[in-house]
């Protein structure tokens, strides 16, 4: 089973993969430490556990193993297909000795749109181990940008025979950039983890806190 849990907002295709770093716990790790958290292997494990990340909505899990996904996103509109330029084959008389005829000219015109979502899309899995939860995500932040992508015979300005613009004619697609950041956390209920996700190249601190339900 998969759950979604979507929010709208304004944070904003090639795969940069990194590897999130996960802080160190909330106790000195030692060999006393190891013994102590292993030791929650022999507690009654969870059937569903609330796993909190620092600035996106709280889920609530299965400890069965199920998904959970949260968002932070905003859809981009994008046209996939359009009508050519038109222009009349004459040109209307000049106003005046030198000055330019107007040209009835119908640049590149959309016709049909898709979407990319864009921003946060984070994929939460977590196993109980008695008492001691794992928690495996996958986050991916999507960003994208226009760029120039009309080619061809009808690209580019339209421009009059003594070469005025009369229409930059642009066609602009989206290019898009995903990053995925990867993490792990061997989680006690209640404690919280420093957790780095990537937008794009920059780092962002996010906390992350389970709570057994």
């Known amino acids: 089973m998969k759950h979604s849990f979507r929010f709208a907002g304004l944070a904003l295709a090639v795969a940069a993969v990194t590897v999130a770093a996960v802080s160190k716990p909330a106790k000195h790790l030692t060999p006393q ?58 040109a209307a008389p000049a106003k005046a000795k030198g000055e330019e005829g107007a040209f009835p000219v119908t640049p590149t015109t959309p016709r049909t749109f898709e979407t990319i979502n864009t921003g946060w899309s984070i994929a939460l899995t977590t196993k109980a181990r008695g008492g001691l939860i794992d928690v495996y995500g996958v986050a991916d932040f999507v960003e994208v940008d226009l760029v120039t992508g009309g080619y061809g015979a009808l690209s580019g300005p339209i421009l009059s025979d003594e070469g005025m613009l009369i229409t930059p004619n642009k066609l602009e697609q989206p290019k898009s950039q995903t990053t995925t950041t990867r993490f792990h956390i061997f989680a006690v209920p209640g404690e919280s983890y420093d957790v780095t996700l990537y937008r794009g190249g920059k780092a962002e601190k996010h906390t992350v806190t389970v709570t057994a339900e």
Do not use: Q
Request: no cysteine; hydrophobic share 45%; glycine share 4%.
């Open 33 to 90: 430490r190891v013994v102590e958290v292993n030791a929650l292997s022999n507690a009654v494990a969870p059937t569903t556990v609330n796993v909190n990340i620092s600035g996106f909505p709280k889920v609530t899990v299965s400890t069965a193993g199920h998904k959970a996904v949260v968002e932070v996103i905003r859809e981009f509109r994008y046209p996939t297909e359009f009508d050519p330029p038109m222009a009349s084959v004459t």
